[in-house]
Antibody
Framework: QVQLEESGGGVVQPGRSLRLSCAASGFIFNNYGMHWVRQAPGKGLEWVATIWYDGGDIYVADSVKGRFTISRDNSKATLFLQMNTLRAEDTAVYYC?????????????WGQGTLVTVSS | DIQMTQSPSTLSASVGDIVTITCRASQSINDWLAWYQQKPGKAPKLLIYKASTLESGVPSRFSGSGSGKEFTLTISSLQPDDFATYYCQQYNTYFSWTFGQGTKVEIK
């Protein structure tokens, strides 16, 4: 069955960096687009970044543009989110999610999420 | 960016009720809309995509309708497992997907 497992979250000081990983299994990873979605405590869902199946197209939300980078290693079935210059407002649970296809745009499977807390 | 507005923000209902949640887009998104259900402490779950297509395994009491700028999620007979928060999401625009703010369905 499809499994997505995020890791790399934790407590980090403002201005520092963190790298999240999402290990995928149960499907052919390089056939699907992948996404990061976050949810601040008590708030709604916010799309963060998307990378299409072959890594050829990447989209990043304006709120994190220039600070966050999405990437993937298809040989290891792993998705990454490099987060630099973190701010307090980046505090959230970060979910990785699998697209319905190469680049359909809706999220069929989700990981359990990893909590990132930006605080001094 | 396309803004998605859900109404109501909170809804109180009883088991067996018909529940309707509305999602409005700030511009036409054709039928590029999905609905998700989220329970506390859990990841969201896809219910409907392409405005009205039921995801595999989702009970048939859930249905979606609409196109253009106005969409509806209906639960035909609310069950105890359905008390949760529901989000709409547009995927019309590749470079900026957006969610509605959520609708919490509470027990009346």
């Amino acid at each position: 069955q499809v499994q997505l497992e995020e890791s790399g979250g934790g407590v980090v000081q403002p201005g520092r960096s963190l790298r999240l990983s999402c290990a995928a299994s149960g499907f052919i990873f390089n056939n699907y687009g992948m996404h990061w979605v976050r949810q601040a405590p008590g708030k709604g869902l916010e799309w963060v970044a998307t990378i299409w199946y072959d890594g050829g197209d990447i989209y990043v939300a304006d709120s994190v543009k220039g600070r966050f980078t999405i990437s993937r290693d298809n040989s290891k079935a792993t998705l990454f989110l490099q987060m630099n210059t973190l701010r307090a407002e980046d505090t959230a649970v970060y979910y990785c999610a699998r697209d319905a296809g190469y680049s359909n745009g809706w999220y069929v499977y989700w990981g359990q999420g990893t909590l990132v807390t930006v605080s001094s | 960016d396309i803004q998605m507005t859900q109404s109501p923000s909170t809804l109180s209902a009883s088991v067996g009720d018909i529940v309707t949640i509305t999602c409005r887009a700030s511009q036409s998104i054709n039928d590029w809309l999905a609905w998700y259900q989220q329970k506390p402490g859990k990841a969201p779950k896809l219910l409907i995509y392409k405005a009205s297509t039921l995801e595999s395994g989702v009970p048939s009491r859930f249905s979606g309708s609409g196109s253009g700028k106005e969409f509806t999620l209906t639960i035909s007979s609310l069950q105890p497992d359905d008390f949760a928060t529901y989000y709409c999401q547009q995927y019309n625009t590749y470079f900026s997907w957006t969610f509605g703010q959520g609708t919490k369905v509470e027990i009346k």
